[in-house]
């Protein structure tokens, strides 16, 4: 069994090859998926299930931030049950979505269960992640799902709206986040779930507090004396 300062370095230097192995956003840095037909505006990547000219198998593989900076090493998958695209004409609630333009709401994927995932996320750095389920003359809201937060968009109720939003969610030890939509059951409530678009923002990694910093240095000092101790002829 490794000592504790043997087992704390072990465990930084794992952090540390997870950290270098992903990619870094900077704080506020986008990534927006606008779904369906109408081409974003706003460079949101687009993905549209229904579209051969879009990727078919609903992964996203050349992934741009808002501001049309390409992301190498992030992908984004989508998949689900019963998928199909529904143009909703007019963009519902607007005005209640900051973030997001006409062009990202004017159509929606929909399904009975929907899910999404980021791979190739720093697992150390936090993120927003906003979802918009808006249909002019129809209630598409859903029960979001990610991680172990729960949040729930349904105009045509009291309890949501169209914006889901969970704040400081981190990547798991696979550098993904995930978050799956599913059809709310209630009596008025939706037979379908959808969203019409999401965007994930990145927040400030945390500094190293300062016990950790003095724990992984003793630990450093620890592997250090114990390998000049193990020297042949070393004196102890």
Known sequence: MKSTPHAILAAALALYTLHASATDLNPG??????????TPQNHFNQLDPSNPATPADGILSNVQDTTGTMLAGITVHFGGTTVQSVLTGTPQDIANTPG????NLE?????????????????????????????SGYNIGAEFVCGTQTRITDSASTTGGTLASFENILPDTNSQISV?????NSPNGPTWSGVN?????????????????????VA?????????????????
């Open 197 to 217: 678009a999401l965007a994930l923002k990145a927040q400030a990694i945390p500094e190293p507090s300062l016990p950790t910093l003095l724990l992984i240095g």
């Open 29 to 38: 840095q986008t990534i927006g998926i606008d779904f369906g037909a109408t």
């Open 220 to 236: 450093a000092l620890s592997f250090a004396h114990r390998l000049r101790s193990a020297r042949p002829g070393a004196k102890s």
């Open 180 to 184: 799956a939509a599913f059809s709310l």
């Open 100 to 103: 997001f333009d006409a062009s």
């Open 107 to 135: 159509d929606a994927v929909t399904g009975y269960s929907l899910t999404m995932t980021f791979t190739g996320l720093n697992p150390i750095q936090p993120f927003t992640l906003r979802l918009v389920s808006s249909y």
